[in-house]
């Protein structure tokens, strides 16, 4: 979407940025879908007093921005139950800073400290996705108590997928700078070798596309 607009010389911001490198879930929230989450803050928790209200206040814009911020995406109990959740786990980790302080942002502990809250709130987000994704709450139920059980199903999980998320995780690691130097690298080669490479990538597109042909599923929204 951001690259098509730029064709037509309008400038998108980014929507996402590497969401998955956040240490909480009020990280995550300023990284994912950011278009949605600063509309929420702006139109909703801020208006609602945001956290310059009592502390039983804070918590409560909280799960209401949360939980509306669920039924965004359609009017259903999974999407409810999603928001709430994630609500209910912010309000957790704003306890818990009241209680004890913000963790710092220097030195080794730091550090450890920012490696578990990455780990944790990247299972927190998934785990809790199962719910958003599911055809139905039974079927949520279904995928936790195999997940309880062990019962992962890797044998099921092709080798493009496998390649397409190791893939997904380098880049999500990568520095942005580097990023940015092979896009200045690229602007920088002839016209011919640019034409072959954007057809390469066409073709990459379109051989992915016809391994499983599946609507985005934001288009449901």
């Known amino acids: 979407a951001i690259g098509t607009a730029a064709l037509f010389g ?3 911001e980014e929507n996402f940025n590497r969401p998955y490198l956040a240490t909480n879930l009020f990280e995550f929230w300023s990284r994912w879908h950011i278009s949605l989450s600063t509309w929420l803050r702006d139109y909703l928790y801020r208006p609602l007093g945001g956290n310059r209200v009592s502390r039983p206040r804070a918590l409560f814009n909280l799960m209401v921005v949360m939980g509306l911020g669920g039924l965004w995406h359609g009017a259903d109990w999974r ?25 710092p942002k220097e030195g080794p502990v730091a550090r450890v400290r920012a490696g578990l809250g990455m780990l944790a709130t990247f299972l927190v987000v998934v785990l809790t996705r199962v719910v958003f994704r599911s055809p139905t709450l039974a079927h949520a139920g279904e995928m936790y108590a195999r997940l309880w059980e062990g019962s992962l199903g890797l044998a099921n999980v092709s080798t493009l997928v496998w390649v397409m998320l190791a893939v997904a995780v380098v880049s999500h690691v990568t520095p942005l700078r580097l990023f940015h130097q092979v896009g200045e690298l690229f602007v920088r080669m002839p016209v011919p070798v640019r034409a072959v490479v954007l057809v390469g990538v066409g073709l990459g597109v379109r051989h992915l596309a016809s391994v499983e042909a599946r609507s985005y599923v934001y288009f449901q929204f």
């Open 79 to 103: 999407f409810a139950i999603w928001g709430l959740a994630h609500g209910a786990m912010e309000c957790g980790i704003r306890v818990w800073w009241w209680l004890t302080g913000k963790p």
């Open 10 to 12: 309008f400038k998108f």
